[in-house]
């Protein structure tokens, strides 16, 4: 299993739009659940969103729900992260994770997303 690789972090202004992109193995990528999550400086991760592995259900967290949309292409194993409405309080280092349907899970080595106001 190789870990999946995010991209499409940066530099960003209040009210923009970004989009990460997640490439993951192809060996289990269409059977796995896949999650963004992000680390700000002196907290803790959080959750920002899921979708499943057939694309059929996406969950948010509540602080983005409505600004940020979660997709996923298996033909290209890749899961999407669209940002927009981007708020200072959106920076933090975004993780892409991936669920084996065994329960085994992945982290990427993160994207850096900064909003400035």
């Known amino acids: 299993q190789v870990q999946p690789v995010e991209s499409g972090g940066g530099l960003v202004q209040a009210g923009g739009s970004l989009r990460l992109s997640c490439a993951a193995s192809?060996?289990?990528?269409?059977?796995?659940?896949m999650g963004w999550y992000r680390q700000a400086p002196g907290k803790e991760r959080e959750f920002v969103a899921r979708?499943?592995?057939?694309?059929?259900?996406?969950y948010y967290a509540g602080s983005v729900k409505g600004r940020v949309t979660i997709s996923r292409d298996n033909a290209k194993n890749t899961v999407y992260l669209q940002m927009n409405s981007l708020k200072p309080e959106d920076t933090a280092i975004y993780y892409c994770?991936?669920?084996?349907?065994?329960?085994?899970?992945?982290w990427g080595q993160g994207t850096q997303v900064t909003v400035s106001s």
């Open positions: 979708i499943t592995w057939s694309g059929g259900s996406t």
């Open positions: 192809g060996r289990t990528f269409t059977t796995s659940n």
């Open positions: 994770n991936e669920v084996e349907i065994t329960g085994r899970q992945y």
